[in-house]
T-cell receptor, first 114, second 115 residues
Framework: GNSVTQMEGPVTLSEEAFLTINCTYT??????LFWYVQYPGEGLQLLLK?????DKGSNKGFEATYRKETTSFHLEKGSVQVSDSAVYFC?????????????FGSGTRLSIRP | DSGVTQTPKHLITATGQRVTLRCSPR?????VYWYQQSLDQGLQFLIQ???????AKGNILERFSAQQFPDLHSELNLSSLELGDSALYFC??????????????FGPGTRLTVT
């Protein structure tokens, strides 16, 4: 079945450091890929998405490129801020499914030191 | 603000009891999803409704049930509660059920504590 694997946390970085959170997926067909972010005490928010191979999703300085050949969707940011501290979830949605269920990775907790 | 509302924000109850969690989707969204988030199990999909009909089931226990009403709000009923049911319960909505390209918008969650 479809699945998402993302790097385990927690990840701790200093402010202005470069961030990469790895995500790989297993899916039949052509899924859409997402990154969601959960700030402390809040629900999940869609951060960015990509719906086909080679698409790049971007938002708030974060980006991720849909790589079909490596089945990956790694999240990157060039210079992180303390306010980026949150849990990040990689996810996929099977467009061929009659129900648009989203499958989430286990989440990666990111902490940024001032 | 995602536009999805959930009530109550917090709920504390005893083992064996029954509770109802409520969700109102974003205006115009027909699909509602319920998720359970616990420390040891991560984010688990429970069930999906589309325009009043059940469309997909995930890891939902038999003690749990849900429904979606004509005004599209949804309720998740949890009965015979156990300590292990303590978790955050999220509702999400999306515009359509067909085509997996549609992202979901999450509510702020209901934190359930079973004592």
């Amino acid at each position: 079945g479809n699945s998402v694997t993302q790097m385990e946390g927690p990840v701790t970085l200093s402010e202005e450091a470069f961030l990469t959170i790895n995500c790989t997926y297993t899916a039949t067909g052509y899924p859409s890929l997402f990154w969601y972010v959960q700030y402390p005490g809040e629900g999940l928010q869609l951060l960015l998405k990509a719906t086909k191979a080679d698409d790049k999703g971007s938002n708030k300085g974060f980006e991720a490129t849909y790589r079909k050949e490596t089945t990956s969707f790694h999240l990157e940011k060039g210079s992180v801020q303390v306010s980026d501290s949150a849990v990040y979830f990689c996810a996929l949605s099977d467009r061929d499914s009659s129900a648009s269920k989203i499958i989430f990775g286990s989440g990666t907790r990111l902490s940024i030191r001032p | 603000d995602s536009g999805v509302t959930q009530t109550p924000k917090h709920l504390i109850t005893a083992t064996g009891q029954r509770v109802t969690l409520r969700c109102s989707p974003r205006s115009g969204d027909l699909s509602v999803y319920w998720y359970q988030q616990s420390l040891d199990q991560g984010l688990q999909f429970l069930i999906q409704y589309y325009n009043g009909e059940e469309r997909a089931k995930g890891n939902i226990l038999e003690r749990f049930s849900a429904q979606q009403f004509p005004d599209l709000h949804s309720e998740l009923n949890l009965s015979s509660l156990e300590l292990g049911d303590s978790a955050l319960y999220f509702c999400a909505s999306s515009p359509r059920v067909a085509s997996g390209a549609y992202e979901q918008y999450f509510g702020p969650g209901t934190r359930l504590t079973v004592t």
